[in-house]
């Protein structure tokens, strides 16, 4: 979803789900919520999992339509 790309691009920048949260102005058990999705999803265990992959794909250079 796009709300998955938005955590998805904060997660490459190592912020915290409460970091996150806030900057979204939603729960941090939101987030997570999106997090598992994005594991799932991806068949990834971990933000560092997340974030390799994410360098590997160049998913490190997307910004959100929100922050154009």
């Known amino acids: 979803t796009a709300k998955e790309w938005v955590v998805l691009f904060f997660t ?3 912020l915290s789900s409460k970091d996150i949260a806030r900057r979204l102005n939603i729960f941090p058990s939101t987030v997570e919520t999106h997090l598992k999705a994005i594991y ?3 068949k990834l265990h971990s933000a560092f999992q997340l974030r390799v992959l994410g ?3 160049g ?3 997307y910004i ?4 154009e």
Do not use: A, E, I, L
Not at 64 to 67: A, I, L, T
């Open 12 to 14: 490459m920048y190592r």
């Open 40 to 42: 799932g999803k991806t």
């Open 55 to 57: 360098k590997s794909k």
């Open 59 to 61: 998913f490190d250079r």
């Open 64 to 67: 959100p339509v929100s922050f």
